[in-house]
């Protein structure tokens, strides 16, 4: 394997790595700063206030993005396993 199939790989996996957690890290970054916003307004400092919407938040979307994530997943492991045989040669 030449470093430059190593750095698209890498590139891939990342890329992939991006993709499949993006929808996730921003629906819960835009849950936090909403409820953060609610606290200072009312100052109410309530811990349990910020994880419980978060946690919500994280499993609806990956009960409404799962299958559209693993899809993501599994076409790029399958991309590897196939790619096998170029890199030994």
């Not at 996996?13 to 819960?28: C, K, N, Q, R």
């Not at 307004?41 to 811990?47: D, S």
């Not at 693993?70 to 170029?86: E, V």
């Amino acid at each position: 394997m030449s470093a430059d199939q190593a750095l698209y790989l890498m590139n891939e996996l990342v890329w992939h790595a991006f993709l499949v957690a993006g929808p996730i890290l921003i629906g819960t970054l835009i849950v936090g700063v909403l409820i953060s916003i609610l606290q200072v307004a009312t100052q109410v400092q309530e811990i349990t206030l910020s994880y419980v919407p978060k946690l919500l938040t994280a499993a609806t979307i990956l009960v409404v993005l799962g299958s559209w994530m693993l899809g993501k997943l599994l076409q790029f492991a399958t991309s590897l396993y196939q790619g096998i045989p170029a890199i030994g040669g």
